[in-house]
């Protein structure tokens, strides 16, 4: 579960990029993250996984207290979360199976774990004939699908996928979406940032919607309901 | 999953990482050997040094004679007396007669000297002292026993003895600080180096919620494993070069005034101390370079 409870946060060279955001993500949820560049998304996925701290408000994180945790935590909180990225962040030089493996052995995992995760989480994202290719030997979503493995890989109660999309075509966007969609209801809790909103429009989703810092929409179902939000 | 020491892992990572940047892991390795290098041949020059000056330091002795008034008898009794004193470790009593017998052998062919009688010596004690360093407060001390008449003491080379092997010592004291700190750096550097090559799995690793300690052991590793190849590589270079310097003064030292301890005997020392820098350095260098980092 994710609280964020009346959230400033004011960088170093004085940009205010949250004016008191107030957000509560429970367990299991599906829920998409959307607004214009500048607004705030990436900072406030950055307060989850604890890069930076917030200027005021409180912030809970899977049970951890962000506001006070210490150095020596925040590994800790972070294996409950697993991250996606637009750019996908693989290792060019490991393969598709040691990008998987390299997760797990992060977190301290033994070798007889790696042998029984990594086959079946390459099974549920479609890639289990890929498991010897490297990230340049494959295309754009299958490269996205090995990221959202490796975010899978550790069992996180949580994935953020912060603009999963951005570099795929519609179709493969559309693929990527719905793997995401099957992973949820399999019981992980998912935060989707995303500016896309015909892929929004069409889950029938919880939609939480920021511009300026502040959050100025939170429903289920659509991004743009015929006007601007 | 729980926390667990992958020593296999760690020692796999930080051995292939040597390679991906073998340039500079040859350069760090270099620069070790060069350091401790200058260090040991250093270190061999101030050990062989002072291994001298203790020989010289054993022949080194003060001659205690005791008063003319005193018989044979009375001046053997003052022994115990004398080994009372501090700093004394051991002496020899010689008595007027010997003494006379010593000096006309080491003047066999002067006649002038054939008749003296033994009573232009004096009954003496030659003794030994622990610290030469003390030499002029033993030799006051032991002007203050009763029936001492004298004490000779080459107290200036006493003191010009433990002054050079003070300067020796505090001259390689430093020399050897500051390529410590030299080699540190370069360590420092390498290690740094692989990080960068490095960054992006970091990044990851980070995310993942891999802990500092698990991300950290690869590069100590690494720093050992460099700075361990520089001890072993300048541990036999050092080998040859004594060896070959050794046969230079045996050459031109026909008189035997230089002595040479063999390096053999140095190995039990040198081996340790080379491995132990190396070790240090190496494992120093990784923390200094990745202590900064690790704050993220």
């Known amino acids: 579960m994710i609280r964020l409870i009346d959230v400033y946060k004011e960088y170093d060279n004085g940009t205010k990029a949250l004016k008191g955001v107030n957000m509560r993500i429970d367990d299991g949820e599906f829920v998409f993250l959307v607004g214009p560049s500048g607004s705030g998304k990436s900072t406030v996925i950055k307060l989850i996984t604890a890069e930076i701290a917030p200027t005021e408000g409180r912030l809970m994180v899977n049970g951890y207290n962000l506001n006070n945790i210490s150095p020596r935590q925040v590994p800790y909180m ?10 996908f962040r693989l290792i060019q030089k490991k393969t598709v199976y040691e990008n998987l493996s390299f997760a797990m052995r992060a977190i301290g995992a033994s070798s007889r774990e790696l042998r029984r995760r990594i086959p079946y989480v390459l099974q549920l994202v479609g890639l289990e004939q890929k498991a010897d290719r490297y990230p340049g030997q494959l295309s754009g979503g299958e490269q996205q699908r090995v990221a959202i493995a490796r975010a899978l890989v550790n069992n996180p109660s949580m994935i953020i996928a912060d603009e999963p999309t951005g570099n795929l075509d519609p179709q493969r966007s559309l693929e990527i979406m719905m793997l995401l969609e099957r992973i949820n209801e399999l019981g992980t809790t998912m935060l989707v940032v995303t500016h896309e909103k015909n892929l929004v429009n069409r ?9 300026n810092g502040r959050i100025i929409s939170d429903k289920t179902g659509g991004y743009y309901n015929g006007e601007k939000i | 999953m729980a926390r667990r020491f ?12 040597i390679f991906t940047h073998g340039f500079m892991s040859f350069a760090a390795v270099c620069m070790i050997v060069a350091c401790l290098l200058i260090m040991g041949s250093f270190s061999l020059v101030a050990v062989n040094l002072n291994d001298m000056l203790g020989d010289l330091e054993d022949e080194n002795q003060l001659a205690v004679y005791i008063d003319d008034s005193y018989t044979e008898e009375q001046a053997r009794a003052l022994e115990e007396e004398l080994k009372a004193v501090p700093n004394v470790t051991n002496m ?26 033994d009573d232009v010596f004096r009954d003496r004690y030659y003794v030994h002292i622990a610290d030469i360093a003390q030499m002029a407060q033993t030799k006051a ?30 001259v390689a004291l430093v020399l050897v600080g500051i390529l410590l700190v030299i080699s540190l750096f370069i360590i420092a550097n390498t290690i740094k180096l692989a990080t960068f090559y490095r960054r992006e799995e970091i990044a990851i690793m980070k995310l993942c919620g891999a802990t500092d300690g698990f991300i950290q052991w690869p590069f100590v590793v690494e720093g050992l494993i460099l700075g361990l190849t520089g001890a072993l590589v300048a ?6 070069l004594y060896q070959l310097v050794g046969k230079v003064i045996i050459q031109g030292n026909g008189l035997s005034l230089v002595t040479m301890i063999g390096y053999t005997t140095l190995i039990p020392t040198i081996l340790p101390v080379f491995c132990g820098v190396g070790a240090l350095i190496g494992v120093g260098g990784s923390l200094l370079a990745i202590r900064k980092f690790l704050q993220v």
């Open chain 2, 235 to 240: 541990f036999f270079v050092q080998w040859g």
């Open chain 2, 92 to 117: 020899t009593f010689v008595t007027r007669a010997e003494a006379l017998d010593t000096y006309q052998q080491s003047h066999n062919n002067v006649e002038l000297f054939e008749d003296l009688p």
């Open chain 1, 78 to 87: 972070r294996r409950t979360l697993g991250i996606v990225f637009q750019d």
């Open chain 2, 141 to 170: 001390n032991l002007e203050q026993v009763e029936g001492v008449g004298d004490v000779v003491a080459a107290v200036e080379i006493a003191e010009g003895f433990v002054l050079v092997r003070n300067i020796a010592t505090g």
């Open chain 2, 6 to 17: 992958d020593a296999g892992y760690y020692f796999s990572e930080g051995f292939h990482s």
């Open chain 1, 203 to 211: 889950f029938d989703k919880r939609v939480v919607a920021i511009e």
